[in-house]
């Protein structure tokens, strides 16, 4: 009697299919996110608060037979869609801010990182405007020149009056 692949006993071949689906980590983040601005604005606090009141008048002033959630039972589905949309909502908003967190974490090594270049290029820069000033003290300037030639010309002229002066005595 050959084994039917259909029987619990009977072991699968090949890959098992799991239950648990393949969750792209940063679409659910970027949807939790999302999720999270949208919880945190004015218009959905508004619309909460518009969607309890109107279930409230509903089941509290509608006739018995339509009333879904009675106001002797003290709204008990109220209550839970209330505590379950808390349920997933704290997660979401926790997951969002470890998101953010990361991304303030990378920001904040980036600006360190270029705080540090940019010290680094300001010594730099502060060392060569010193190597320049203390070349500048070695370069003549135009009133140094100006002064030795002065000198040279006086030279010069004190020595033609020394030799005119040799000239006429020897003549």
């Known amino acids: 009697m050959a084994k039917s692949l259909d029987r619990l006993d009977t072991p699968l071949l090949g890959k098992r299919k799991t239950l648990v689906p393949r969750i792209d980590r940063e679409r659910f ?18 619309g909460l608060t518009v969607f309890v009141a109107l279930w409230l008048i509903w089941n509290s002033t509608a006739p018995d037979s339509v009333i879904f959630d009675p106001k002797t039972t003290n709204f008990t589905l109220l209550t839970l869609l209330l505590s379950l949309q808390a349920s997933y909502a704290a997660p979401l908003i926790l997951l969002a801010q470890n998101r953010q967190d990361d991304r303030d974490r990378v920001k904040t090594e980036q600006d360190r990182q270029r705080a540090e270049r940019n010290l680094a290029d300001t010594e730099y820069l502060a060392r060569e405007v010193v190597a320049l000033r203390l070349a500048m003290q070695e370069v003549a300037t135009k009133e140094f020149v100006k002064d030795e030639l002065r000198e040279m010309l006086e030279e010069l002229l004190s020595e033609l009056k020394a030799q005119d002066k040799t000239v006429d005595k020897t003549e």
Do not use: H
């Open 29 to 46: 983040g970027r949807a939790s996110e999302t999720f999270a601005r949208a919880l945190g604005t004015g218009s959905f606090l508004i």
